[in-house]
């Protein structure tokens, strides 16, 4: 089993910054791909980024060349640095993970992670 537990969210302005961690407990043993979604109020669970055990990322489409997901294998930490960001990506941002067979591909969406943490909120306004 694997604990994720995410910090980093907040209020902040158009055009600002946030880096989101996501420290990963327990059996953390294995090929894992691990992930950010987010979700926002009505919306369904959208993926923002992925990472694989080799370190592969993924990105959403809509979302790439301003968000940057990256891990630290060594404090199996997860980050997501967001940048320039915009009102629409208010959301409730959520880390998870799940043991996968691929060691450079994720899956890309939020069925196949077993694994989430609490979410940590960002508002953009």
């Known amino acids: 089993h694997v604990q994720l537990v995410e910090s980093g969210g907040g209020s902040v302005q158009a055009g600002g910054s946030l880096r989101l961690s996501c420290v990963a407990s327990g059996d953390t043993y294995g090929t894992y791909c691990m992930g950010w979604f987010r979700q926002a109020p009505g919306k369904e669970r959208e993926v923002v980024a992925t990472?694989?055990?080799?370190?592969?990322?993924s990105y959403s489409d809509s979302l790439k060349g301003r968000f940057t997901i990256s891990k630290d294998n060594a404090e199996n930490t997860l980050y997501l640095q967001m940048n320039a960001l915009k009102p629409e990506d208010t959301a409730m941002y959520y880390c998870a993970a799940r043991e996968w067979y691929d060691v450079s591909r994720c899956p890309n969406v939020a069925a196949p992670f077993d694994y989430w943490g609490q979410g940590t909120q960002v508002t953009v306004s």
């Open positions: 990472i694989a055990s080799d370190g592969t990322s």
